[in-house]
């Protein structure tokens, strides 16, 4: 039961990390992404690649936070002409492109038999009994990280001026804020934020194949985003973790529904999650947290403050 648990809080992890990226560029910038599948595939083989070639899984880490980081930021810039609908199309489009070139391409991707064999971080520290753990301890760590991160970049200047081009770019080019760069750089970062994730995915089942990156990823991640609230990354954490919970919880079923047989027990779960979705957004559409906001109250207090004294000062001049 433990190693269940350890399990279910290692894709928790996973889950998270794809949530903080999609939350900095569709919950915060407002540009969609329907590839976060074909994205997440990216990272996978390219860590599992440069760590089977020898460089080591940090290399590989690395290496697929970059090679997704470009290859975000160049969808980014040839969308500059779409409108959001488009950009949809587009991303949809590329994690269909990534799904056929890991299938077909068999001399570097292994085909539909996969790459088997991908070496973990940190192995050999700990016996194998307790590697779970370990493995467990360092994708909190990374977490926690891209979580601390990501909050101090909502809340300088850059994480309010792709806010603002979230809610009107023209408005924001006309107050001088170069639309088209804050698009590339949130996409891009969001896309090494994919490709860490990738790069976990890969060394945890030390074996990926195309099957394991259908598009019902995307539509779990964006579940998490919006049950957790829009822009709100401390809302990701409850969303990733509840939406991921009914996933894995559901499995249950067979052991209190038992006419059923396996697919129809499936498809019930599909059904159950959805079901529970709809509620959620009925009853909460705001999310388990609302976004950070520059709290307005604390300036406007300051300000009328400021006022005050400043015609304090004027009558006693005037007297």
Not at 162 to 172: I, K, S, W
Not at 178 to 187: Q, S
Request: glycine share 10%.
């Amino acid at each position: 039961m433990t190693a269940y648990l350890v399990t279910i809080l290692i894709l928790v992890c996973i889950a998270i990390i794809l949530g903080l990226a999609l939350n900095l560029q569709w919950g915060l910038c407002g540009m969609v992404n329907f590839g976060m599948a074909g994205f997440f595939a990216l990272g996978a083989y390219a860590a599992a690649l440069v760590a089977l070639s020898g460089a080591g899984t940090l290399a590989g880490i690395v290496v697929a936070a970059l090679i997704c980081a470009a290859t975000c930021g160049a969808t980014a810039l040839v969308s500059l002409r779409l409108s959001d609908e488009y950009l949809a199309i587009l991303t949809l489009g590329f994690g269909e492109v990534i799904r056929l070139v890991t299938l077909s391409e068999s001399w570097l991707t292994g085909g539909s038999l996969g790459l088997p064999g991908i070496p973990r971080p940190l192995w050999g520290w700990v016996s194998e009994q307790n590697y779970e753990l370990l493995f467990l301890a360092l994708l909190v760590v990374v977490v926690l990280a891209l979580f601390l991160v990501l909050e101090v970049l909502i809340r300088s200047p850059f994480g309010r001026a792709v806010r603002a081009v979230r809610e009107d770019d023209t408005v924001a080019s006309t107050l001088g804020k170069n639309v088209t760069m804050l698009r590339v750089k949130a996409f891009a970062v969001g896309g090494a934020i994919i490709g860490i994730a990738g790069a976990f995915h890969a060394y945890y089942l030390t074996y990926v194949d195309p099957s394991q990156f259908s598009a019902i990823i995307t539509a779990y991640t964006f579940m998490a985003v919006i049950a957790g609230g829009r822009g709100s990354n401390k809302g990701l954490l409850f969303g990733a973790a509840t939406i991921m919970c009914l996933i894995e919880g559901s499995r249950f079923l067979k052991d209190i529904v038992q006419v059923l047989d396996a697919t129809q027990l499936a498809s019930i779960r599909l059904i159950l999650i959805g079901l529970g979705l709809i509620l959620f957004l009925i009853y909460r559409p705001q999310g388990f947290l609302l976004e950070y906001r520059l709290r307005s109250s604390s300036l406007l207090a300051r300000s009328s403050l400021n006022g005050a004294t400043r015609m304090h000062d004027f009558k006693q001049e005037a007297s």
